[in-house]
């Protein structure tokens, strides 16, 4: 009987965290809503030493058909301001490098974002930006 009665007003509490925020909650949802603040890239959401093995890997496999500066500045913000930090890893994890495309590990991905976060004057954090789709797709590109 107890469990029935904590179950029914941890609903009520959770409909009421909803219509408080303004969130949703859908009828058999266990937990809260989320109301924390979109993550963006200007949170600190890589480290400086996952921006420097960026570097070592954009010098050794990019650098030849990239040139430094290529994917810093106006060009860039223009391309990927207010997108999600997803489509940059999608687009470098299947097309790059041009000369053998898709054959970047994840982690040297992750890397090779975080240097050109770096070079966007994106700043760095304790925690290292993970390969992983949900975590990035939930990460705005920012530019100021």
Not at 43 to 55: C, H, L, V
Not at 82 to 101: E, G, V
Request: with cysteine.
């Amino acid at each position: 009987m107890k469990t029935g009665w904590l179950l029914f007003a941890s609903l009520g509490l959770m409909f009421a965290i909803a219509e408080r925020t303004g969130a949703q909650v859908k009828p058999g949802t266990t937990k809260p809503p989320a109301t924390q603040a979109a993550k963006t890239t200007l949170s600190g959401i890589y480290t400086k030493a996952q921006a420097a093995k960026g570097e070592e890997t954009y010098y050794t496999l990019c650098v030849s058909c990239h040139p430094k500066g290529t994917y810093a500045g106006p060009s860039f913000k223009n391309n990927w301001n207010n997108r999600p930090l997803w489509d940059l890893w999608d687009w470098i994890s299947n097309k790059m490098p041009k000369n053998d495309p898709g054959s970047l590990e994840p982690a040297q991905v992750v890397q090779v974002m975080a240097y050109i976060l770096q070079q966007n004057k994106m700043p760095a954090g304790s925690t290292a930006l993970p390969p992983n789709e949900k975590t990035l797709y939930g990460i705005k590109i920012q530019i100021k």
